[in-house]
């Protein structure tokens, strides 16, 4: 049985909880707080698959966002009105923005994988999948994934990218293959 909890954070550093955050008999996995505190996105196994659905902060009034399934990747946009997310249904690849307010999805290219987004949300940082020849990390406006002109600012690329809050560190997981000196 997999659940999503909410503990509350008490003066003096202590815990109260843990709170279930859905009452459901269902597996529901990876909270994601949007931005704004007012929404939670999570995956959930409600209609036959892995799904995105999002709910008040109190798991209330749940909505299904996708029908996509096997979701793996949640990410939102820093206006919390998009989020980003990647499903790996029967072994395929495929990325999607959806509008929450809408369910309005798009589709993105196979190659781009989500990094994050600048504080101002302007910027998405994406990388080249490691197995095409421009692997690495790229800048490109957030309103556009498939902007072809965007530079280009490592020239490797790895894993569980992220962002500091002020864009001025882009942290990953570099993977090396092969035999690797011992430092």
């Known amino acids: 049985d997999i659940d999503i909890v909410r503990y509350t954070m008490q003066p003096g550093g202590k815990m109260s909880g843990p709170v ?3 009452h459901t008999t269902v597996e529901e996995f990876t909270p994601r707080m949007s ?3 007012k ?3 999570f995956v959930a196994y409600r209609s036959g698959g892995y799904q995105l659905w999002m709910s ?3 798991g209330n009034n749940p909505k299904r966002l996708s029908t996509e399934l096997d979701i793996e ?3 939102w946009h820093p206006n919390s009105e998009s989020l980003y997310f990647t499903s790996r249904h029967e072994g395929v690849k495929r990325r999607f923005r959806v509008d929450v307010r809408t369910g309005v999805h798009t589709a993105y290219p196979e190659h781009l994988a989500y990094v994050g987004f600048s ?3 302007k910027w998405a940082y994406v990388h080249h999948d490691i197995t095409t020849p421009t692997a690495g990390f790229y800048r490109v406006p957030a309103d556009d994934l498939t902007d072809r ?3 280009r600012l490592t020239p490797e690329t790895g894993f569980h990218p992220t962002l500091d809050p002020v864009g001025e560190w882009l942290y990953f997981t570099k993977v090396r293959y092969g035999p690797t000196p011992l430092m």
């Open 20 to 22: 279930r955050f859905a």
């Open 35 to 37: 931005p704004d505190g």
């Open 39 to 41: 929404k939670v996105a």
């Open 56 to 58: 008040d902060p109190e």
């Open 73 to 75: 990747v949640i990410q």
């Open 119 to 121: 504080g101002d949300g």
């Open 149 to 151: 002109n965007m530079p």
